[in-house]
């Protein structure tokens, strides 16, 4: 064995365990260790009385190097998955920012209901009772929107009391029905009560689909709050659900 190219497959096996540490988890490390090791022996040329003395120090750096980077790349991507997440979640509610809007509507498809959900007179609830009242508020209701929401469904928070939802492959019955848990759960002499517009995708844009929705919003807003209606059927007073 050349003595003077030894070094270069020593530098060689630590810079592999180098970039392995960097990019694997530890366990993935430690076991290229025990795969590297054998192969640098062999190009030591065999497991000599001079090349015995040496296994346990380059082992040992190996290891040293391997775990420690493997260890600091885990906590590097757990913060940084955290900080994504945490980026992505409006803080008040816990639902969905309005950042992640346009990647959400980017996944509508046809058959899922868009809903567009108003708290009532909730600048009055501010007003009377503080700001504070009316982050409680919110946030209560963030918590209830989760739990009756079906997986798969998305809530945004889409901008001051309003509250987005995508609910998949829905419909409109199934709007109803989610609609119909969320005022069982939500009920109570303390809450402000919620109008709701709800449109549906059919042969719609994403985009034109929530405005349809707003529109069907505003209908319930304006045929006295507590309700929902279709935008399929804004301007039809028969159809306006009451929330009891």
Not at 47 to 72: D, E, H, N, Q
Request: net charge neutral; charged share 20%.
């Amino acid at each position: 064995m050349n003595l003077g190219i030894t070094p270069a497959y020593t530098g060689f096996f630590t810079v592999a365990i180098f970039f392995i540490g960097s990019t694997q988890s530890e366990r993935v490390t430690l076991a290229s260790i025990s795969i590297a090791l054998p192969c640098w022996v062999v190009c030591q040329g065999g497991l000599t009385a001079t090349v015995a003395v040496k296994v346990p120090v380059t082992v040992g750096v190996w290891v040293l190097i391997g775990s420690t980077l493997a260890r600091r790349a885990t906590r590097s991507n757990a913060l940084t998955k955290e900080l994504i997440r945490a980026a992505a979640t409006d803080p008040l509610t816990g639902l969905a920012s309005r950042g992640e809007l346009t990647r959400l509507l980017g996944l509508i498809e046809e058959g899922d209901a868009v809903v567009l959900i108003d708290l009532d007179e909730f600048k009055a609830l501010n007003d009377v009772r503080g700001h504070q009242a009316g982050d409680a508020a919110l946030a209560a209701f963030g918590t209830i929107v989760r739990e009756v929401l079906r997986a798969g469904d998305v809530a945004i928070r889409y901008g001051g009391d309003e509250i987005l939802l995508v609910l998949t492959r829905a419909g409109s019955a199934g709007a109803d029905a989610m609609l119909e848990r969320l005022c069982a759960r939500w009920s109570g002499v303390d809450h402000p009560t919620f109008s709701a517009g709800v449109a549906v995708c059919n042969h719609s844009t994403p985009t034109e689909t929530l405005r349809r929705a707003d529109e069907a919003l505003y209908e319930a807003k304006q045929r006295g709050r507590n309700r929902w209606s279709h935008a399929e059927q804004v301007g039809l007073t028969g159809h306006l659900k009451v929330v009891q």
